[in-house]
C-alpha cells in the first residue's frame, strides 16, 4: 500500500499548526522546569509527584530559589487552587505585620484545620483577639513561669536521665531519640496545660492514643493544602483514605480532651491538686467562657503546639551536632565552665538562670531553628487585592503561604554558606548574640500572630538539651537515613535513631 504524499501546501499548514504547540510547550518547560504549568491539571502533576517522593521541602524550595523568593503556583483550572508561595523578607513583614488585616486566616483554612475548632491558631478578628490576650495573660504569671521551671528541672532528673540511663544499663543498642523526646514533650505539655502527668515516657513504652491521633491528623492536614478542595471534601463526605483516618483521630482527640477537662473540673470541685497549670487558670477566670467547647479548642492548641515544637527542634538539634561534632565540642566547653547541680544518682542539671548566658549553646539552638524550623509552611488568605513590595499582586481566593524551611537556605539572606550548620553566624565581632528581624528568622512566626510559647520552647530546649550533652554521648547510626516526613510539622520519616553512651 502506498503512502499518501503530503504537498508542499499542506506539509507548510501542518508545520504552521505545529509550530504553536511545540512553542507552548517549550515554554512551560523553559520558564518553570520545576513545576511546569500543564493545559486543565496546572501545575499539580509536579507538586503530587513530590509528595508522593517525600521531596516537597527540596522542590518547594528550589523553587522559590530560582523565583528570586517568590511564586504562583497555579492548580486545575477552576479549582481555585492559586497559591503564592513566599521566601521574601520584605513580603513576610508586608502580609504579617504591615498590612495584618488583609491577611486573615480565613474560613478555609479553619475548615482544613476544623480538628482545631475556633482557637487561637484558626480564628480571626475579635475572638483570636480574645483568646491571644487570656493566653498571654495565663502564662504572664511569675508562678506560671516558676512552675515551669520547676517542672522541667524535674521530669528531666526524674525521668529523661533515668531513662537514658536504663538504656545504658539494659544494653538496648539503639534508642529512637524522636519517639522518647515527642514523648517527654507530650508529658510535660500535659503538665503544663492541665496539671497531669500521663507518663507515655517509660521503658515500656506504651501507646499514646492521643500522639497516634494528632500524627494522624497533622498528615491529613497536609493532604488537604496540597489538593484542591473538592477532592479533600469528597473523600471526607465518603470516609475513605485519609480522612476516615482523620474523622478517627477527631475522636481519640476529642475524647482525650474531654476526660482531662472533666478530671480538672472535679478535682477544683474537691479541692484537691490546686496547681498553676493553663487550665486552672481558665476555669478561675471568671470573664472565659466555661463551655467544653471553649476549654477544649483553647486548651488542644495548646497541647498540639506545645508536643511539637519543642520535640521536633531537639530532634534535629541532636541530629546536627552528630553531624558537626566540633560543635558539640564548644558547647560542651560552655557548658563546663557554669554552675550545675549534682542529683542524688550522680547526674548534673542545670538552673534554666545559668543556662541564660551561653552564648555559643543559644546560637546552635537558633541555627537549628533556622534549617529546620518544626512548622516550615504557614498559610493565610486575602481579604482584598494588594500589592506587595516584591511587586506581586495578590487577589481575593489566593492562599499565601509562607516557607520558613525555604527562607532559611536563601542565599541572599544568610549568604552562600546557607545551607552549613554554622552557630557563628548568629555571633556578632563583639561575642555578643546578633539581632536577627523575625520577618527574617520566622521560626515562631512573626506579627501580630508570633508564637506566645516562644520563651517557654527556649527555656526547655536548653534545659534538656544541656542536661543531656552533660551526662551522654549520643552518636546516629550507621546508614539511618534522616529526612523529613510529609506533614505540617517537620518530624523525621525514619525516626532518630542514635547509640547512647555515658559521658565521662
Same mark, same amino acid.
Given at each position: 500500500m502506498a503512502w499518501p504524499c503530503l504537498t508542499y501546501t499542506e506539509l507548510i499548514l501542518s508545520i504552521s499548526c505545529l509550530l504553536p504547540l511545540l512553542y507552548y510547550l517549550f515554554n512551560i518547560y523553559f520558564f518553570c522546569p520545576l513545576s511546569p504549568n500543564w493545559p486543565l491539571v496546572g501545575m499539580l502533576p509536579s507538586l503530587l509527584s513530590n509528595a508522593y517522593r517525600n521531596k516537597i521541602h527540596e522542590w518547594s524550595t528550589k523553587l522559590l530559589q530560582l523565583s528570586n523568593g517568590n511564586f504562583f503556583f497555579r492548580g486545575p483550572w477552576l479549582s481555585g487552587m492559586t497559591l503564592f508561595i513566599t521566601a521574601d523578607p520584605a513580603n513576610v513583614h508586608h502580609i504579617y505585620t504591615q498590612n495584618f488585616q488583609n491577611y486573615p486566616k480565613g474560613e478555609e483554612y479553619a475548615e482544613i484545620f476544623e480538628i482545631l475548632g475556633q482557637s487561637i491558631l484558626t480564628t480571626d478578628g475579635d475572638s483570636w483577639r480574645f483568646h491571644r490576650k487570656k493566653l498571654l495573660l495565663a502564662?504572664?504569671?511569675?508562678?506560671?513561669?516558676?512552675?515551669? +521551671?520547676?517542672?522541667?528541672?524535674?521530669?528531666?532528673?526524674?525521668?529523661?536521665?533515668p531513662f537514658l540511663s536504663n538504656a545504658i544499663e539494659q544494653r538496648l543498642a539503639v534508642v529512637d531519640l524522636q519517639d522518647m523526646l515527642t514523648r517527654l514533650s507530650f508529658d510535660m505539655t500535659c503538665i503544663l496545660t492541665f496539671g497531669t502527668d500521663p507518663g507515655s515516657l517509660s521503658m515500656e513504652f506504651p501507646a499514646v492514643p492521643f500522639a497516634q491521633a494528632s500524627d494522624d491528623a497533622t498528615a491529613t492536614i497536609f493532604f488537604r493544602l496540597s489538593r484542591p478542595s473538592a477532592w479533600w471534601k469528597l473523600l471526607r463526605f465518603f470516609r475513605i483514605g485519609p480522612e476516615k483516618r482523620y474523622a478517627e483521630a477527631k475522636v481519640v482527640v476529642d475524647r482525650f480532651i474531654a476526660d482531662a477537662i472533666k478530671k480538672r473540673k472535679r478535682e477544683m470541685f474537691e479541692g484537691k491538686h490546686v496547681c498553676t497549670d493553663l487550665l486552672y487558670s481558665y476555669l478561675c477566670d471568671e470573664n472565659i467562657p466555661n463551655s467544653q467547647e471553649f476549654l477544649r479548642d483553647s486548651i488542644l492548641s495548646f497541647l498540639a503546639a506545645g508536643r511539637e515544637t519543642v520535640s521536633t527542634s531537639?530532634? $534535629?538539634?541532636? $541530629? +546536627?551536632?552528630?553531624q558537626n561534632k566540633q560543635i558539640e565540642e564548644k558547647i560542651m566547653h560552655e557548658l563546663n565552665f557554669i554552675h550545675h547541680n549534682t542529683t542524688p544518682k550522680g547526674m548534673v542539671i542545670f538552673d534554666p538562670e545559668e543556662l541564660e548566658n551561653l552564648v555559643y549553646f543559644k546560637a546552635a539552638l537558633l541555627e537549628t531553628l533556622r534549617l529546620f524550623p518544626s512548622l516550615p509552611f504557614s498559610f493565610s488568605s486575602v481579604k482584598e487585592p494588594d500589592l506587595l513590595p516584591s511587586g506581586s499582586i495578590v487577589t481575593p481566593g489566593m492562599k499565601i503561604i509562607t516557607s520558613a524551611y525555604a527562607m532559611g537556605r536563601m542565599q541572599k539572606l544568610w549568604g552562600k554558606d546557607c545551607m552549613e550548620?554554622?552557630?557563628?553566624? $548568629?555571633?556578632?565581632?563583639?561575642?555578643?548574640?546578633?539581632?536577627?528581624p523575625s520577618y527574617k528568622f520566622v521560626a515562631f512566626s512573626t506579627g501580630p500572630r508570633s508564637c506566645v510559647g516562644k520563651s517557654i520552647a527556649l527555656t526547655q530546649m536548653k534545659m534538656l538539651?544541656?542536661?543531656?550533652?552533660?551526662?551522654?554521648?549520643?552518636?546516629?547510626?550507621?546508614?539511618?537515613?534522616?529526612?523529613?516526613?510529609?506533614?505540617?510539622v517537620l518530624h523525621?520519616?525514619?525516626g532518630l535513631k542514635m547509640r547512647v553512651g555515658k559521658r565521662t
Open positions: 502564662m504572664s504569671r511569675n508562678c506560671y513561669n516558676t512552675f515551669i +521551671a520547676k517542672m522541667t528541672q524535674e521530669k528531666i532528673e526524674n525521668s529523661i536521665l531537639l530532634c $534535629w538539634f541532636f $541530629w +546536627a551536632l552528630s550548620f554554622k552557630p557563628e553566624r $548568629w555571633i556578632s565581632e563583639k561575642g555578643t548574640l546578633l539581632h536577627v538539651a544541656a542536661a543531656m550533652l552533660y551526662n551522654f554521648r549520643f552518636e546516629l547510626v550507621e546508614g539511618h537515613v534522616v529526612e523529613p516526613i510529609l506533614s505540617i523525621m520519616k525514619n
